[in-house]
């Protein structure tokens, strides 16, 4: 009686919250297509296996599948050597406790798994000699190896791998024959079961139980250990009987089908459900062993009806069939499409009319339940006027009547009482396309159409707003208290109600977006508002406290819908925001962060939701229109799965060097790499519920300042590191959006390049001391050859020469020696001059930087026509080199352009001018640019100007940047920082003159006036 009321409650409850069909997507499961099947080319399911590394092994009749995350290898007998498998028909998959695995063939026998070398091989105490046709395999509680094949039933010993000798020669067990069934019952005993007759073996206590079983004429054909003393066993006629091990009584609790009588292939027990599969479909029975339900391919998402094998994958169940994988898991969406219940898959509105019947709109006619045919109906018109366009767009409800807004044909009414259609009053209405109907609190039915704008029916009477004629509109949404937004394509408007116009909203978007194209709104409160958008996400808008002005950033920051299109904004009674995308279904906390994405594995019509097919009835039943259907949802009701997914570097790959692994790479504390090497990561995400849609973090400790956002891409390679030590580390997500924030790491050490290890140091030190020896040794021996030649009379000719080619190089190196003393007396004479400018203790930290300069333009010297000159172009790339690190804003962001003559300046002209670029380049970097400013630049350009008179000939130097610009009224010639101190000191020293514009950033222009004679 007890059990009578739960159920007539349950019934009432969802009839209650969900009115509307009642079919397969009642039942408490879901089932939906596995990814993973694209991956498996034989089409036939053997077997279903996760490791305890998570790594997922499928089984089929022509190879194996390895998945870990969203990687794959396949192996068979036609593979390549290091995927090889001698015979590659699968027909079974386990591992032993301390996590041996171990495939079963029908054709290669026992192989077991190499975890190091990623190999299969015929394991020691499985010999050659025994049987390589196998049909299934399995490991007990205690350890011990079950195998079954053409030469009957073999069992090893957990510690000794030798078989077992009392079970071999059991006269019991040499009589089973045929396809053979055992399961294990937690404990010590082994069920057994050959179709006909059934075994109890007690491996402690070497006790072989056969239990009477009479089932007639049928065959077992599947076995479960519901109890310990009970068992669960299906046959070959679709009867399921509970069998008790003490009394040997089997008792038939009920037939699955009286028609079809499918036979049963297996039998699982899922959370408080038992799943039936047969060679007819998928059936779910309650703990009771009562139907509540049946799958089948054409109504459902099952790809085959023969059901193979069930294997628990986390919190899903995947099921394998003769035409490839599905998942099972707790219904949390109920779907309905042309399938399983006979609506039109492309849905575009909802609506409940006034006797709680919800409606559903496609672009092929309207839609409602038929109770006693128990799907859908196409709606047949009652009365005299016909639909004007199936193609319904937009609906809602006003007393007994539903507004029907049609693609091409204006809007028409259905009255819900009577079932006939009434043509609406105003002409106005009836032509065009219209794109939302909105009934406000104030009972105001809103008309808005493609092009032709928005219109007002109230009291009877119709206003047309004219001023909303640019751009289609998208959508309508009001809140009490709040005046009615309107949304279209390119702008948001606002009814101002005292001049009952609509006034569009100025809205201030990030720089990364340009004004995005708007699909729907939801009104936060008074100063805030959400917008979907396309391929821009979810944005808030936040008015401006001191103006009208709205800014704009996206909702709930990264954490948020970012990317995606977003066609629908629904609020739960939870305060959780729930938006249709074209990437699924996303749940949102009241901050904007993510809470949870869904997808069609998660039982969803779809990944992609049409536009405006959105609802919400009375009950608060969200419903959510596709391509494919449709999906309903008590959002309160719906189970998010929190727990983080498992992750793991499942591959490291060195450049003709090393691939490791997701095995060896646990065992390495610290990885050696190569100097110069290319090094590639691989990042899996152990989730396979849909393991292409796993999403992926990673930073290199050391090298990269942020986390690096790689979207669903796993495989991160970088390039010459330099050397030193590094922690590469990993986060990822599921498809549905939930991360393992504590993630994974792998200390690395980039080894330097040998001709910078302590042995390659060690021989230049050796080398050097040989050539010094070699050197001197060489010496010595011209000297005496030197002194020897000398001495003969016959070689006095070449001597004078040498002699005159030695005055002439000394006269040079006096040249050059009176340049430098003339150069270091100037530079001497400037830095006399700097040191005088400031403080002391500024003083010394510029006098650094001054002799940085100094130091760096020494490098860009050269000797011409008996004197120093410089090249400028070379000073100012590194010049450049030399401050960009230190500049205030992001050094990438700052593009700089070199536009300097390389034509030589005297020593005394470029020894100030180079202090001054200095000093002025260093000001653009540490003061032009705004901090966030994404794209900045600076150009400098130098040019000698000849004088077409006597007047001398001049250097013409100008400096520009995009930045700030410099304050008003700011005077540089009169500035008394330190900078510009220095600035107008060495140009008063070089007699140069210098001017200042200002436009879009700042512009110097110096004059410097050469001595004659320069070049």
Not at 109 to 115: A, R
Not at 337 to 358: C, H, I, K, L, W
Not at 414 to 429: G, I, N
Not at 708 to 720: E, R, V, W
Request: net charge negative; with cysteine; aromatic share 10%.
């Amino acid at each position: 009686m007890g059990r009578i009321a739960i159920c007539l409650t349950s019934i009432i409850l969802i009839a209650s919250l969900l009115r509307g069909p009642t079919t397969l997507a009642d039942t408490p499961l879901r089932i939906s297509y596995s990814p993973i099947s694209s991956k498996i080319s034989a089409p036939v399911i053997t077997s279903i296996y996760q490791d305890q590394s998570q790594a997922l092994w499928i089984g089929t009749q022509t190879g194996l599948y390895r998945f870990i995350g969203k990687s794959f290898k396949f192996f068979s007998s036609s593979s390549s050597q290091n995927a090889g498998i001698p015979n590659a028909d699968i027909r079974d998959i386990f591992e032993t406790s301390n996590g041996e695995l171990f495939i079963v063939t029908n054709g290669s026998g026992l192989l077991q798994w190499n975890k190091e070398d990623e190999l299969f091989y015929t394991p020691d105490f499985y010999t050659k000699s025994r049987s390589q046709f196998l049909d299934k395999g399995f490991t007990d509680s205690k350890g011990q190896i079950w195998l079954y094949g053409n030469s009957g039933l073999t069992v090893f010993d957990a510690m000794t791998k030798e078989p077992i000798q009392w079970l071999s020669e059991s006269e019991e067990i040499a009589a089973l024959e045929g396809n053979l069934e055992f399961r294990s019952d937690g404990n010590s005993n082994v069920i057994l079961t050959d179709g006909r007759s059934v075994l109890s073996v007690d491996t402690d206590s070497r006790v072989i139980q056969k239990i009477a079983v009479s089932l007639e004429t049928e065959k077992i054909t599947s076995i479960f250990v519901r109890k310990t003393a009970e068992l669960v066993i299906g046959t070959d006629s679709g009867n399921i009987y509970l069998l008790d091990k003490k009394t040997g009584r089997a008792e038939k609790r009920l037939q699955l089908s009286t028609t079809e009588k499918p036979s049963i292939t297996g039998i699982f027990a899922f959370d408080s459900l038992f799943l039936f599969g047969t060679n007819k479909g998928l059936y779910v029975l309650n703990s009771e062993l009562e139907v509540l339900g049946r799958y089948v391919s054409e109504k459902t998402a099952l790809p085959h009806n023969h059901i193979t094998v069930f294997s628990r994958v986390r919190s899903n169940v995947l099921v394998g069939t003769y035409q490839g994988l599905a998942h099972i898991g707790a219904e949390n969406f109920q779907t309905f499409n042309n399938r399983n219940s006979g609506v039109y898959d492309d849905v575009m509105a909802f609506a409940e009319d006034s006797q709680r019947n919800v409606w559903v709109g496609t672009y092929a006619g309207l839609y409602r339940f038929n109770d006693n045919l128990g799907k859908y109906e196409l709606f047949e018109v009652q009365g005299s006027i016909e639909l004007p366009d199936s193609r319904v767009m937009t609906m809602e409800t006003d007393k007994q009547f539903l507004w029907l807004g049609t693609w091409d044909k204006g809007i028409v009414l259905l009255d819900t009482r009577t079932l006939e259609l009434e043509a609406v009053q105003f002409a106005d209405l009836q032509k065009g396309s219209i794109t939302k109907i909105y009934k406000d609190h104030a009972d105001s039915i809103w008309v808005a159409s493609y092009d032709r704008g928005l219109w007002r029916i109230q009291s009877g009477s119709i206003k047309h707003f004219p001023e909303l004629v640019k751009y289609p509109i998208t959508d309508i949404t009001s809140e009490v208290g709040q005046p009615v937004l309107v949304v279209s394509e390119r702008t948001i408007y606002k009814m101002d109600e005292e001049t009952t116009r609509f006034e569009p909203l100025e809205i201030e978007f990030p720089k990364r977006i340009v004004t995005p194209t708007f699909f729907t709104a939801k009104i936060i409160d008074s100063h805030s508002i959400l917008v979907g958008t396309k391929d821009h996400g979810i944005l808030v808008l936040e008015k401006d406290e001191h103006s009208e002005k709205y800014n704009s950033s996206s909702f709930g920051g990264s954490q948020g819908v970012t990317k995606a299109s977003v066609y629908s904004i629904m609020k739960d009674s939870n305060r959780h925001y729930w938006s249709s995308t074209n990437n699924g279904l996303y749940k949102l906390g009241m901050n904007g962060a993510i809470v949870q994405r869904y997808d069609k594995t998660h039982g969803l019509q779809g990944d992609d939701f049409n536009f405006g097919a959105y609802y919400s009835t009375v009950d608060d039943i969200f419903y959510f229109g596709g391509t494919k259907g449709y999906t309903r949802f008590d959002p309160l009701s719906v189970e998010a799965n929190m727990s983080a997914p498992a992750i793991v570097i499942s591959g490291l790959t060195i450049t003709n060097s090393l691939n490791l692994n997701s095995y060896q790479l646990e065992t390495l504390d610290l990885i050696n790499i190569p100097s110069a090497s290319e090094v590639s990561f691989e990042i899996s995400v152990l989730d396979y519920s849909n393991p292409g849609e796993n999403l992926f973090s990673h930073k290199l400790q050391g090298l990269d300042q942020d986390w690096i956002d790689d979207g669903t891409n796993n495989k991160i390679t970088y390039n010459n590191i330099p050397p030193g030590e590094y922690t590469f580390l990993a986060k990822g997500a599921n498809a549905a959006g939930v991360w393992n924030e504590e993630g994974v790491s792998l200390r690395i050490r980039v080894l330097p390049p040998w001709y910078l290890t302590y042995w390659a140091y060690a021989f230049y030190a050796t080398s050097a001391m040989l050539l010094l020896w070699l050197g001197m040794r060489a010496h010595r021996t011209k000297v005496l050859k030197e002194e020897a030649e000398r001495r003969a009379e016959e070689t006095m000719l070449i001597a004078d020469s040498v002699m005159d080619e030695l005055q002439e190089t000394q006269e040079l190196q006096d040249q050059i020696a009176e340049s430098a003393s003339k150069h270091n007396m100037e530079m001497i004479g400037v830095i006399g001059e700097l040191s005088t400018l400031g403080d002391s203790a500024r003083g010394e930290s510029a006098l650094d930087s001054h002799l940085s300069a100094m130091r760096l333009l020494e490098t860009s010297y050269y000797f011409e026509n008996g004197a120093l000159a410089a090249n400028m172009h070379d000073y100012l790339n590194g010049l450049i080199d030399l401050l960009l690190p230190d500049a205030t804003v992001d050094p990438a962001t700052i593009s700089s352009i070199n536009l300097v003559s390389k034509s030589l300046i005297s020593a005394p002209v470029a020894l100030p001018l180079a202090l001054i670029l200095y000093e002025l380049i260093d000001n653009v970097f540490q003061h032009a640019f705004e901090p966030d400013s994404a794209a900045n630049f600076v150009q400098v350009s130098l040019e000698i100007a000849p004088s077409s008179t006597d007047a001398p000939d001049k250097v013409e130097v100008s400096i520009q940047d995009d930045g700030i610009g410099l304050p008003v009224g700011f005077d540089i010639g009169t500035a008394r920082s330190r900078g510009f101190s220095v600035v107008n000191s060495l140009c008063r020293r070089l007699s140069a003159t210098v001017s200042v514009s200002q436009g879009h950033g700042t512009h110097i222009r110096l004059s410097v006036p050469l001595p004659h004679g320069h070049a």
